[in-house]
């Protein structure tokens, strides 16, 4: 069983992951009591799922009792741009780096399935489940079981060796195989992805808040945002990646291997005022592959308007100003609060230089 380990981890790396690591399904058995705070307290916002389903999702061999090993896999996705730089470029959009080209579900599945696979091919009567971010499967804590890496305080995933760029997949198998050591912290007293946070979602560290997370409020919130919070949201459109830019781990980062994870150039940082025309039929053309495309035409002219509205800049009055007679409620309200915004930020402006 060593031997297959070792000859996994080689299939695994050849099929174009950057690590890996197995944990045993029970290997969290503080897992529950977690869960159970954070969905107690109300922070999981209108994410119902995460409570509808958390008899599975605290308890991963219940999931599929018959798994004997989980089989963790990391997928680099580290971008070659700086993504903080577009947060100085108001009129344009912040699209979170993961985002800016191809579904990184589908792309990190087809790789599970093919080490799936040559599992299956090697162990007679072996059977195998593969998860990417869409079922309840608490992908973060079993990779630091698994010794991938740890939850830093911002409770995404980093690594010492691959920094904080990448996505998650898991392999749950009937096969039992040696499980790693798993990783504890080493933050240290850094606490560069608290400090950045535009929203102040980290009530303390390792633990968020939802309800107050620019990835949530933008991806999962439906209907208008809070007023208090639009202000905070600046111009990021889709997702969030300050506390990921900060983090010192990133000197560390692995360079992607994927093309198709790599950022468009029209993602980037895409101009507000062209991304405040899309219709329907626009939205999914342009976005078609994309994870984007699952929130919709409608939620995502929200958050260009949100957007809109805190550029401050006069000329955008032209973009947003249709908007205002949209069929869809939350987008007309998102139009008429960014026209005041912008009214508010430009008499600002006005004064200060009188």
Sequence with gaps: MDRLKDRLQEEALAAGF?????????????????????????????????????????????????????????????PEHDPLAVLEETDRAAISVYAQNKDYHDVVKKRLKKVGRWLIDQVEGAEIKVFVDTAPVMEKPLAQAAGLG?????????????????????????????????????????????????????????????????????????????????????????GCDDCLAVCPWNKFAVTGRDARLAARDDLVAPPLADLA?????????????????????????????????????????????????????????AARWAISRIKEIANVETDDRT
């Design 277 to 333: 025309t899309l219709d329907d039929a626009a939205f999914r053309a342009k976005f078609s592959g994309s994870p984007i495309k699952r929130i919709g035409r409608d939620r995502f002219v929200r958050n260009v308007a949100y957007a809109i509205g805190n550029s401050g800049d006069p000329a955008l009055l032209t973009a947003v100003s249709p908007l205002l007679e949209d069929q869809d409620a939350t987008v007309a309200d």
């Design 18 to 78: 950057a690590a890996m690591g197995v944990c045993r399904p029970d290997a969290v058995p503080e897992l529950p009591a977690r869960l159970q705070a954070f969905v107690g307290a109300g922070m999981h916002g209108q994410m119902g799922w995460m409570a509808e389903r958390m008899n599975w999702r605290a308890n991963p061999a219940a999931l599929w009792p018959e798994a004997r090993s989980v089989i963790m896999l990391a997928e680099i996705y580290t």
């Design 150 to 238: 740890w939850q830093g305080k911002h409770t995404n995933l980093l690594s010492r060796d691959l920094g904080n760029w990448f996505f998650l997949g898991a392999i749950f198998t009937t096969v039992e195989l040696d499980p790693d050591r798993g990783e504890t912290s080493h933050c240290g007293s850094c606490t560069a992805c608290l400090d950045i946070c535009p929203t102040d979602a980290f009530p303390a560290p390792y633990k968020l808040d939802a309800r107050r997370c620019i990835s949530y409020l933008t991806i999962e919130h439906k209907g208008p945002v809070d007023e208090s919070l639009r202000p905070l949201m600046g111009n990021r459109i889709y």
